[in-house]
């Protein structure tokens, strides 16, 4: 009987007798790969916003994740308040979608508005800055490069709406 090159699981021929525990312990190296690939999120960092009452604009400062070190880094949000946000980079451009317009995120007081940003860099810190929102179609920023990620501001969306304490932002990194 043969393996296979990465994992080493079985290879039969017709003249090789087949065994149960062959089965099951290819199975189990099966599985543990899968989950191996399954928790390749490593967590950055992890910051609630706790110190103010209703703001109009709230901003995480991410100048210690190294943004170009990463193939993917995810951020998860749940920005707590009324309304619409809309996201800037730290050099006050706008995330934009593919039509040029402000992408702007619910937000509320419920664990239903949560938003996740993806931000393509392929381990490369001059890559521009791709990136996609609750997985829409991928949108690219024409101006920054991953290296240059420094802070993510959310600016309220008109004067009306609100964002409140309690706020959160947990970064991911993806190699």
């Known amino acids: 009987m043969t393996k296979t090159a990465n994992y080493q699981l079985n290879q ?10 062959d089965f099951n312990a290819d199975n189990a190296k099966i599985d543990a790969a899968i989950r191996a690939a399954e928790s390749s999120y490593i967590p950055l960092k992890s910051v ?18 190294n943004f170009g070190a990463w193939q993917y880094v995810v ?20 995330l934009l979608d593919g039509n040029g317009n402000k992408i702007s995120t619910s937000i509320g007081t419920d664990v239903s508005y949560q ?13 521009r800055v791709t990136y996609t929102l609750d997985e829409t179609y991928p949108y690219r920023h024409e101006s920054i490069t991953c290296g ?21 932002l947990t970064v991911w990194g993806v190699k």
């Open 12 to 21: 039969w021929e017709k003249s090789d007798r087949i065994m149960m525990e």
């Open 48 to 65: 609630t916003a706790t110190n103010f009452a209703n703001v109009s604009e709230i901003d995480f400062d991410l100048s210690d994740v």
């Open 75 to 94: 951020i998860d949000l749940h920005i707590m308040g009324s309304g619409y946000v809309n996201t800037l980079f730290s050099d006050e451009k706008y």
């Open 115 to 127: 938003h996740r940003l993806r931000f393509n860099c392929y381990g490369n810190p001059a890559r």
């Open 148 to 168: 240059a990620m420094s802070v993510l501001k959310f600016p309220v969306a008109t004067t009306s709406y609100y964002i409140s304490a309690g706020s959160t």
